[in-house]
């Protein structure tokens, strides 16, 4: 046989395989979460403790149907700005991102030959079949063991994260928010799910003198903040200061708990150990996540982690921040004891 | 009419997954065999994938890697210009992100191959799967030559920059000002940032044909204090790749030789650098657009940008 196959197939044999092929998959933050959360279950299911991690992005095809704003003039800066989600991943051997439709085959013949475990199975990746956005692997997993392999801070962000920190939240409280806002942006999609901008701006407007020590770390796309927003004492914009998905995931896998909306962030939270309130739950993703309408926790998730499938408003808000407020400041002085 | 909506969509996913996949199967089956078999095969025959630049680096965060990184691009595009495939193997470093390196690559408008390893032994044992010819050792990829890397002028024109980043560099400097002339500016974070206020107040009082851009993070001025005309596309929601866009598109550059100088030096812009500090030791200039200066004394950094703007005013007349 040849020695590079032979090569390949020895390699393929160590380790459990992920695929993400952008010709069906989208690119998606919140799947991109879903996706390594099922490889991790796939790999510990078959008692594999390493990960090699494959996406295919061939720029000269379009991405899948609904979003077919995506294409060989953008395909480039879509994927960068993506990069910072998949190495959130622990346990990971190798990620690997083929731009060579030769190259990823030899690699994926392998893992044939090999009969290597993956996510999805060869047979779904031939097939061009994967709910990128299901639970329901992720749920049967974790009513059997009883524990959910959980996703960490991104590698190589944590000094720049600290530097932010120290220059910019100081003693306050960080406390992640993330707005879906997409009718701001250029690829304005899904829009039913997106917020009420008006209803945050209360709340945030209201926070300043019901929790003057929490300060507000507004992330996501530069485009998907009004200015108004900007302007409030106890909210930070990182991207205003030169820093990116990389240093928001990082606070908020550190455990700067989350507040926002149903997106790419709060699958982000979804699979971590942060405490999370995710507002506006979108009732058709119900079925997705196997879950009943109004359901106020995902079945894996912790005491401090929380979801609300109502409209927001600025009250809805200050309840729910309540909530979570008081439950971070039981734990930030159960550490403190500690 | 949603309902229907929804019923339409659904029976269409029922038809997709019960028989259209079942079509697709045999035939991407068949055609990811053939290719994979066909790419090892060529990689045998030849030792590499054809047309294909390979460049393993070992990540360290040291002062002036990302450069050094890029200086090696450049040369080793310049001597093969018709390579269409960059192959980057990375081992990871926890301090360090190693999107730099990925934007970097994307500079050069090749399909970048991005593999990302946590150890030396992974990126050797994938190594033996793409090169028939040398293999790597962990040995080999932590070895890093004392030697700096040479930029000549064979580099010039090697840039190829993702087409979406350009037009976005290019317009948000036409957003600034359409017809004035955009200067990068790079200072070093250890200078005293009054010594750097005064030396871009100065810049802007004596040269009003021009505005400044500072590409590097500058997470250390506060950008109240700076004078109008000193732009930070880093505080605009620019990432790296952008700003490295940016650094192509300017009209001239000023400052120490990080990558933003760099690409600048490459476009064949002309560029004032000041080598001997920070990435110095990285990468040597040898490029007739460039002009190099060694480190400055103390507090003469105005005196610097004036002679560097007036020479680049001289050029414009």
Redesign the interface.
Known sequence: M????A??IS?SRKNALGILDFRYAPYALGDTFTWLTNVQIKAHLYGHKLIDLVLISL?EKRARGHQPYITS??Q??VL??L??AF?TCPS????????????V??????A?LSHAVSWPTL?S?????LDPASHSCINAFYAKHKWLPRLHAP??????TQ?FRS?YVRQRVPIVINIRQRALTHDPAMLHRDSSADAWYDFLVQAQRRWANATFILVGG??EWERRFAHLPNVIIP????F?L?HELTLLFEGAPFFGTSSGFSAAATFSNTPYTITKVEHQTAANIGLPVGTERYPFALDHQWLNWENETGSLLSDLFERLWLATDANRGVNAVG | MAKATVVWISNLKLVD?YIL??A???F??L???????????L??QRGA?PNTLMIAKVVSGEAGEPERFLAQLAVAIAKDPDCK?I?LLLV????????VY??IA?MFGR????????NAQ?LS??A???T?SSVLTPEDIHKSSPDAVALTSATVGTLLP????KNVAREYLKTINPSSYFCAISFRCDVPISESISALTQAVECYPNWHFVMLN???YFDSQELPLKVH?P????F?V?TRLCIAAEVDAFIGVDDIYGLITSISGKPAHVLTGVGSSSAVSLALSNVDCSGGLPHNDLPKYVDRALSKLQQNLL
């Not at chain 2, 880093?234 to 929601?237: F, K, L, M």
Request: glycine fraction near 6%; avoid cysteine; charge should be positive.
């Open positions: 040849n020695l590079i196959i090569a390949e390699l720029p003039y953008n480039v800066q960068e700005g990069l910072p190495l990971v051997n190798s990620l690997r991102i083929f731009q060579s439709k030769n190259k085959s030899q690699r994926i013949l392998s044939i047979k990746h031939f097939q061009r079949l590698s190589g962000f944590k000094s720049e530097y220059r530069f485009s991207r205003m200061f030169g990116g990389g | 997954q996949s079942y697709r199967l045999p991407h089956f055609e990811t065999s053939m290719r994979g078999y066909w790419n090892a095969l990689v045998h994938a495939e192959d990871g470093h926890d301090d360090f992100p190693v999107t990925s934007a994307r399909r970048l191959n991005f593999q990302l390893f946590w992974a044992d994938v033996r799967t793409l028939a993702p087409p979406l980043s993070d500058a997470s930070l880093s505080r605009a929601g990432d790749l």
